[in-house]
């Protein structure tokens, strides 16, 4: 059951000191039902409690839906309820109804272009997405490998958890002066500030989930006498897998977080210089499309993940 | 006959932070090919210390630990371990488990049709063909130590090291799988080296029963001659002995030992 307490999107109540994202103790993973393979098996002591029975219950669970579907719902009409009581007056600040409008047209044709500055938002949103496609594969690359490093070496562990500490809270904005400077353009520093503040959940959690390789498995490592290579690929790489994924899901939600910041500093089509642009275009109904749409964008990249991350769970 | 296993005045000693701490002292002890023996002790008699020495997952402070005549240098398939705790990777298949070990083995002289013979030759020995595409999530703790036997088998180990391996199963389990170890024993001729803290169990299985004292620097209190023809030879069929004269004998000698001359004192934490 290790892996499934990854899986909660819980961050946000972890205490400060945590070291690793998202590592919550395995008291609160949710109990899952077993596969029906499972329950086949035959031999001594294979009867095993049944899991919490969903069959048993009424043919169909009208509270369960209540809770699943209705909530969310309502939750969603009183943010656009108090939205429209608010703009019910008038102002600069659009209603719902104008601003649905503003984003069916948008939606309606994503992809036009009318020179540089007027694409739509399709555009915008897939330059974003490759610039975060970019930068976030290159932090993989340096990332995973280094906290592999970090976790497996005391001494690695010791040199770069005071660097880490110290660069982790950094803001994005802060680092694109950076980037600016050593890469003289200013796509680059885009890639470049995204690039450093994705890097760091990976790095920590693939870390942490080397540390945490329970040491029977090491034990059965060193009695069979396995190759290094053997121990990487057959011990470490499975066991460390959910905490490297927790950190890889991290780190996306973390590079789309700061890419709206740096398309904003920086330009050129994507979906943060389009906010810029359309707040110097006083269309304030463009912006709050925009909201939605990163935020639908981050929760599908997340749900993605997530779908990866089921495929590595395994029970001890 | 010559002794597979020498342990020649052996002794661990364990640096803590109040100082050192003495585990083990003068542990002698030999044990013959094809011999069964059981070593009993209180918890906290550092049984498992003496099983992990053996095993060279530490290394001895004092003395030398010989197998076959050469001094044992950490861990090597020559010594097969069953952990109390199954230890099997939850993502490999009950085969694949089993294969890992037979890989680092015969890996270098067989090919893989042949090597995967070997492993599915080991479940089957253990009654497990059944399950062996089955993760080790989805079967019951009693067959996770199965496969866990049959992963230390797989190697050929001259030695076969278990650590409590029943411990952490019910009376019923515990006792079919007693009797499997046993037929196991009796088809392979297996050299067995095992930590218990179950009386019958000891008395059931071995050909001498190594007693402890306790601990601190603990070491061999008695050794116990089983008075019974040798596990390898004869099954030793449970009910039978439940009013075998000899067999309650060697049962009232072991818990005299445990519970009269070295009756268990809660450690001062």
Known sequence: MVAAVFHQRAEGVLPANQRAEGVLPAAKAEARPMPARAMAAAGEGAVRPTPPARAARDPFDWKGLAGKVLAPIAGLALLIGIWALLTQKGGAFPTPAATFDAAWKQFADPFYRNGPNDQGIGWNVLYSLERVGLAFGLAALVGIPLGFLIGRFATLNAMFAPVISLLKPVSPLAWLPIGLLAFKAANPAAIWTIFICSIWPMVINTAVGVQKVPQDYLNVARVLNLSEWKIATRILLPAVMPYMLTGVRLSVGTAWLVIVAAEMLTGGVGIGFWVWDEWNNLNVAHIIVAIFTIGVVGLLLESMLLLVARRFEYRS | ?269
């Open chain 2, 1 to 269: 006959m010559k002794p597979m296993l020498q342990i020649q005045g052996a002794g661990m000693t364990f640096a803590t932070r109040r100082g050192p701490f003495v585990a083990l002292r003068e542990i002698d002890l030999e044990i013959a090919r094809g011999e069964f023996v059981a070593l009993i002790g209180h918890s906290g008699c550092g049984k498992s210390t003496l099983l992990n020495l053996v095993a060279g997952l530490t290394v001895p402070t004092q003395g030398v630990l010989l197998l076959d005549g050469r001094e044992l240098k950490g861990p090597g398939p020559d010594r097969g371990v069953v952990f109390q705790n199954h230890s099997l990777l939850p993502w490999l298949s009950c085969t694949d488990n089993v294969l890992l070990a037979v890989e680092r083995v015969f890996g270098a002289r067989e090919g893989r049709a042949q090597l995967r013979e070997r492993a599915l030759a080991a479940l089957e020995l253990v009654g497990l063909t059944h399950a062996r595409d089955k993760h080790p999530g989805e079967i019951s703790g009693g067959m996770k130590q199965r496969v866990g036997i049959a992963r230390a088998l797989a190697m050929e180990p001259k030695m076969l090291l278990m650590d409590e391996p029943f411990g952490a199963l019910d009376a019923l389990t515990r006792a079919r799988l007693q009797d499997e170890l046993a037929r196991i024993v009796r088809a392979t001729g297996s050299t067995v080296l095992m930590v218990t803290h179950d009386v019958d169990e000891a008395v059931l299985l071995s050909d001498r029963i190594v007693m402890m004292t306790n601990g601190p620097a603990a070491t061999i209190g008695e050794i116990l001659e089983v008075p019974l023809p040798p596990l390898r030879e004869a099954p030793r069929n449970r009910l039978e002995m439940a009013h075998h004269a000899e067999y309650l004998h060697a049962r009232e000698s072991v818990l005299e030992f445990l519970y009269a001359k070295q009756q268990h004192v809660e450690a001062a934490a």
